[in-house]
């Protein structure tokens, strides 16, 4: 429904007793009871034009932030921004200092051949650090397994049995941030909650995690492909 507010909404009519606003991808939809005329979804919906307007600005920027895959194009890797440079060639993937060097053939699925190279550099980089930091915290015997996996609702995880799984793409974030999310994970080994004791724990071996944790928050949609 086009608004002289500044932007469209949708409106999907659903069995429940109160009004929704969702913003979602640059989409706003009202989710409304049946018995709600448009007039009055229409002013609910301009008293809070300016929170949805906020809300489209914050989505516009972040999907302007998402790694850009095509030559002259940025992708983070630990932390720091790389140019991606294309060029014909066998398959394969060379960092040079602030480059992202990437050869292909004409067929080549680039974006395949970069969550390969990725996942491959988060193996090396947290086997190490999570051994390293394991160590510091006199966990190491009460680590299994390490998994790594692509997924959208957790950068990391814990189970009771000792199995760490990380977010691959946790390797384009800065090693501080890393490092804090190793922290947070190897906590678990101990407490498999989120009680004081556990944060306790978490800043005893990384003090400001709350700035770590808050720049993961932050930018998290600048780590994913």
């Known amino acids: 429904m086009p608004l002289s507010l500044g932007f469209e909404y949708t409106i999907k009519r659903a069995h429940r007793k109160t009004l929704g606003l969702y913003v979602k991808n640059g989409q706003v939809e009202v989710r409304t009871p049946h018995s709600v005329n448009h007039a009055d979804i229409h002013r609910w919906v301009a008293e809070k034009a300016g929170w949805v307007k906020q809300r489209l600005h914050e989505q516009q920027q972040q ?12 992708l983070l890797f630990l932390g720091k921004p790389r140019t991606l440079q294309m060029i014909p060639g066998k398959p394969g993937i060379q960092e040079r200092n602030s480059f992202i060097e990437i050869s292909h053939y004409a ?5 395949t051949l970069i969550e390969t190279w990725l996942k491959e550099e988060a193996r090396l980089y947290l086997d190490e650090r999570i051994a390293d930091i394991a160590m510091q915290m006199a966990e190491t015997h009460r680590i299994r397994n390490i998994q790594l996996r692509k997924t959208r609702s957790k950068w990391g995880h814990c189970t009771s049995q000792g199995v760490l799984q990380f977010n691959w793409l946790i390797i384009m974030a800065p090693p501080d941030v890393i ?10 080994l101990q407490h498999m909650n989120h009680s004081r004791a556990f944060w306790e724990r978490v800043a005893a071996f990384c003090p400001d995690y709350q700035n770590r944790r808050r720049w993961l928050k932050d930018n998290g949609h600048r780590l994913w492909l």
């Open 107 to 111: 067929n080549t699925n680039i974006h």
């Open 179 to 188: 490092d804090y999310l190793i922290i947070h994970e190897i906590s678990h």
């Open 63 to 74: 999907a302007e932030e998402k790694p850009r895959i095509s030559h002259g194009g940025h």
